[in-house]
């Protein structure tokens, strides 16, 4: 006598493209905001970019023609390093408009500028 084995069906590639990751959860920046709600009422209205993972020899001029190919970046602002005044690998970048803000975070993360993957992300500031 056989008997049949039911197996499930496969899982499908975007389940797996997300299988092992943790749930992403919201950072509350507690310095600038009174609630996570009133930082979210923030980000909801930003066209303002967080860039992470820059190499220290990224300069605004790069970021600014990195990012304008999606449109017109309003200001660009590199973080420094608060006693060598260097950059020190994050930058913020103003859009004019949020919806090109939003091009960027999906067309610009995980691109590569002076040799380094980059990260942006919305930006409630």
Request: charged share 20%.
């Amino acid at each position: 006598m056989t008997s049949k084995i039911i197996l499930p069906p496969p899982p499908r590639a975007a389940e797996l493209l997300c299988a092992n990751e943790p749930e992403k959860k919201l950072y509350w920046d507690r310095s600038h905001y009174d609630s996570p709600e009133s930082q979210m009422r923030a980000l909801a209205k930003s066209s303002t970019l967080y860039v992470g993972n820059l190499a220290f020899s990224t300069r605004a001029s790069h970021l600014r023609a990195h990012f304008s190919t999606l449109g017109p970046v309003a200001a660009v602002h590199v973080g420094l390093d608060r006693f060598r005044k260097t950059p020190c690998g994050f930058a913020f970048v103003e859009y004019e408009s949020r919806a090109h803000a939003h091009q960027a975070v999906a067309y610009l993360t995980g691109t590569k500028l002076d040799g380094r993957v980059i990260r942006a992300e919305l930006d409630a500031g």
